[in-house]
């Protein structure tokens, strides 16, 4: 695919087409078609640091294999079907196979208890569950509860792996069964026919089943190629869970659609700075995205200590990042981190591209194909320096076809995709002010706002201005009640070791805040934890705070 050349967001925008082909199915109009199978498509380092290299031509074949034995067991088009396969290339071959049957996979987190599984498979009607023998006594301890389950396989880990268990299929074996091609007919699901399911998060409620068309490769074409920055050849590595729609974001559609190889690490337990550095340095790896978090633990170490000359371009998308990081790391490097905002639901709406100045805490300014608008409480459109909610104009009433990237609504569940999309705006849920430049600034979700004396404050500024202190490592930002100021702002700490929480570091964090951000957006209480409440996917739950800080003051 032909990138576009520009150096300005003017003509990037008005030159920018989508150009989807009928009918379009990514397996068979992309990878099929590719013009040189041999071609570098994925590196792979395991845990053990063994590194494995694979063509367009292998995925091609595997996965037509797979695809011709899944149908074999049964498996048809709209069968739905969960994933939980870590970061191992087989995941990628999974989910081309059902992308030939037509099949939906639900890429599933390894974080998946018994109970998350058994409320999963039930309530999307999941009726085969692929995974690595790690999860599969999990899902042996919910499939009796689980009726519509009907074929289980069962991938070897290598880590004192013995047979299947009772019922389930060896991945290898079931594999070696199918045949060489499995050809697309007539029936081959294709354009706006349901391709695949992700699971929201579940931050404000019990997660939804977002569902994406074939189409959606397609809304990871700018995210790759232009917000990523890739050119044929370049060794990509989004740091993401396989569980997740971050990973098909970085992991594989617009970065092969950009001619780039996908650096794939596998790493198990812990998350370790120093050997992400390692590993990027080692690989040579050109581009790089992962959560501010990341960057945050990566500028503590000494970046000198490491060669990462190989690294051209850097991103960052899921929280703000806060102004230090990213002068430390321009610093160290000499590299900016390019920010981006988008959600399960979509893919990139807001971004800074590398023709754009990057301004450290700004989502940046829209994308080609989303027509980006701040509405009130009204449902007016807000101006410059006004917070609204972020919403997507549709070019119907009530339905988000044809923007490529934008969900097609949360399955099964019309009523809840009614409470966002209506009025020809699909309703994000997520609040933020635009400057007169254009660039958007993320104030926080809408149930996150704290309004205290007449402010209306969001957490991530807040959040932002602690975790810039170095004694800080994460900081979740809510409001409680209070008699005077309606809310008062609370944060709840977690410190950097070596840092000791009391009155002194209280005042020494809110003195802080105060230098960084307005003075009344400052925390007049602080909590300190060992750990913040998340979602399985990482996500901070706020409502949980919210929730427990409540139940202590028996309201």
């Given at each position: 695919?032909?990138?576009?050349?520009?150096?300005?967001?003017?003509?990037?925008?008005?030159?920018?087409?989508?150009?989807?082909?009928?009918?379009?199915?990514?397996?068979?109009?992309?990878?099929?078609?590719?013009?040189?199978?041999?071609?570098?498509?994925?590196?792979?380092?395991?845990?053990?640091?063994?590194?494995?290299?694979?063509?367009?031509?292998?995925?091609?074949?595997?996965?037509?294999?797979?695809?011709?034995?899944?149908?074999?067991?049964?498996?048809?088009?709209?069968?739905?079907?969960?994933?939980?396969?870590?970061?191992?290339?087989?995941?990628?071959?999974?989910?081309?196979?059902?992308?030939?049957?037509?099949?939906?996979?639900?890429?599933?987190?390894?974080?998946?208890?018994?109970?998350?599984?058994?409320?999963?498979?039930?309530?999307?009607?999941?009726?085969?569950?692929?995974?690595?023998?790690?999860?599969?006594?999990?899902?042996?301890?919910?499939?009796?509860?689980?009726?519509?389950?009907?074929?289980?396989?069962?991938?070897?880990?290598?880590?004192?792996?013995?047979?299947?268990?009772?019922?389930?299929?060896?991945?290898?074996?079931?594999?070696?069964?199918?045949?060489?091609?499995?050809?697309?007919?007539?029936?081959?699901?294709?354009?706006e026919e349901p391709m695949v399911i992700f699971f929201s998060s579940g931050t404000t409620g019990m997660p939804k089943m977002v569902l994406h068309t074939h189409t959606y490769p397609f809304g990871h074409v700018v995210t790759g190629a232009h917000w990523h920055d890739l050119e044929p050849g370049d060794l990509h590595l989004t740091l993401s869970?396989?569980?997740?729609?971050?990973?098909?974001?970085?992991?594989?559609?617009?970065?092969?659609?950009?001619?780039?190889?996908?650096?794939?690490?596998?790493?198990?337990?812990?998350?370790?700075?120093?050997?992400?550095?390692?590993?990027?340095?080692?690989?040579?790896?050109?581009?790089?995205?992962?959560?501010?978090?990341?960057?945050?633990?990566?500028?503590?170490?000494?970046?000198?200590?490491?060669?990462?000359?190989?690294?051209?371009?850097?991103?960052?998308?899921?929280?703000?990042?806060?102004?230090?990081?990213?002068?430390?790391?321009?610093?160290?490097?000499?590299?900016?981190?390019?920010?981006?905002?988008?959600?399960?639901?979509?893919?990139?709406?807001?971004?800074?591209?590398?023709?754009?100045?990057?301004?450290?805490?700004?989502?940046?300014?829209?994308?080609?194909?989303?027509?980006?608008?701040?509405?009130?409480?009204?449902?007016?459109?807000?101006?410059?320096?006004?917070?609204?909610?972020?919403?997507?104009?549709?070019?119907?009433?009530?339905?988000?076809?044809?923007?490529?990237?934008?969900?097609?609504?949360?399955?099964?569940?019309?009523?809840?995709?009614?409470?966002?999309?209506?009025?020809?705006?699909?309703?994000?849920?997520?609040?933020?002010?635009?400057?007169?430049?254009?660039?958007?600034?993320?104030?926080?979700?809408?149930?996150?706002?704290?309004?205290?004396?007449?402010?209306?404050?969001?957490?991530?500024?807040?959040?932002?201005?602690?975790?810039?202190?170095?004694?800080?490592?994460?900081?979740?930002?809510?409001?409680?009640?209070?008699?005077?100021?309606?809310?008062?702002?609370?944060?709840?700490?977690?410190?950097?070791?070596?840092?000791?929480?009391?009155?002194?570091?209280?005042?020494?964090?809110?003195?802080?805040?105060?230098?960084?951000?307005?003075?009344?957006?400052?925390?007049?209480?602080?909590?300190?934890?060992?750990?913040?409440?998340?979602?399985?996917?990482?996500?901070?739950?706020?409502?949980?705070?919210?929730?427990?800080?409540?139940?202590?003051?028996?309201?």
């Amino acid at each position: 695919m032909e990138k576009l050349r520009t150096t300005s967001y003017r003509d990037f925008m008005a030159d920018f087409k989508h150009d989807i082909p009928a009918n379009y199915n990514f397996v068979y109009d992309f990878l099929d078609a590719h013009p040189h199978p041999e071609t570098l498509a994925m590196v792979h380092v395991d845990d053990a640091g063994s590194r494995r290299e694979y063509s367009f031509g292998f995925f091609q074949q595997e996965s037509a294999k797979l695809a011709s034995a899944l149908s074999a067991q049964g498996v048809s088009k709209g069968d739905r079907v969960m994933v939980i396969l870590y970061r191992r290339m087989e995941y990628w071959v999974t989910m081309l196979a059902l992308c030939r049957i037509g099949a939906l996979p639900i890429p599933s987190p390894s974080l998946l208890t018994p109970h998350d599984i058994e409320f999963r498979v039930n309530f999307a009607h999941v009726s085969c569950i692929i995974c690595e023998d790690s999860i599969t006594a999990r899902v042996e301890a919910a499939k009796t509860r689980c009726p519509d389950l009907k074929l289980l396989v069962d991938i070897p880990s290598g880590m004192g792996h013995s047979a299947a268990p009772a019922g389930w299929q060896d991945y290898e074996t079931l594999k070696s069964s199918g045949a060489e091609e499995f050809p697309r007919t007539a029936q081959t699901a294709c354009g706006e026919e349901p391709m695949v399911i992700f699971f929201s998060s579940g931050t404000t409620g019990m997660p939804k089943m977002v569902l994406h068309t074939h189409t959606y490769p397609f809304g990871h074409v700018v995210t790759g190629a232009h917000w990523h920055d890739l050119e044929p050849g370049d060794l990509h590595l989004t740091l993401s869970d396989t569980g997740w729609a971050k990973s098909v974001w970085g992991k594989f559609y617009g970065q092969w659609m950009a001619g780039a190889v996908v650096f794939v690490w596998d790493f198990r337990g812990k998350f370790e700075p120093r050997e992400l550095l390692r590993i990027l340095s080692v690989h040579k790896v050109t581009t790089f995205c992962a959560p501010p978090t990341v960057y945050r633990f990566l500028v503590r170490e000494d970046l000198k200590e490491f060669d990462l000359s190989s690294l051209r371009h850097c991103t960052t998308a899921g929280e703000l990042l806060n102004d230090s990081v990213f002068l430390d790391w321009q610093k160290a490097l000499g590299l900016p981190i390019y920010e981006g905002y988008g959600q399960t639901e979509t893919t990139l709406q807001l971004a800074t591209l590398p023709f754009m100045k990057p301004k450290p805490g700004s989502i940046g300014k829209p994308m080609p194909g989303w027509d980006i608008v701040l509405l009130n409480a009204e449902d007016q459109v807000c101006p410059p320096g006004e917070e609204g909610e972020i919403c997507i104009r549709l070019q119907s009433e009530k339905s988000t076809a044809g923007i490529p990237g934008l969900f097609s609504g949360y399955l099964d569940e019309q009523e809840r995709t009614d409470k966002v999309v209506y009025g020809g705006f699909y309703h994000t849920g997520d609040k933020a002010w635009v400057d007169e430049d254009g660039y958007f600034w993320f104030l926080g979700r809408t149930d996150d706002l704290i309004k205290s004396s007449g402010y209306r404050i969001g957490p991530f500024e807040v959040e932002s201005a602690l975790v810039s202190h170095e004694a800080v490592i994460e900081a979740a930002v809510t409001g409680v009640p209070d008699p005077v100021r309606g809310m008062a702002v609370k944060a709840t700490v977690v410190l950097a070791p070596g840092f000791t929480p009391g009155d002194a570091m209280t005042k020494t964090l809110q003195d802080h805040v105060k230098t960084v951000t307005a003075p009344y957006k400052y925390p007049r209480i602080i909590e300190y934890v060992a750990e913040l409440p998340k979602t399985i996917s990482g996500k901070i739950k706020r409502a949980e705070i919210r929730a427990r800080d409540l139940e202590r003051m028996n309201m």
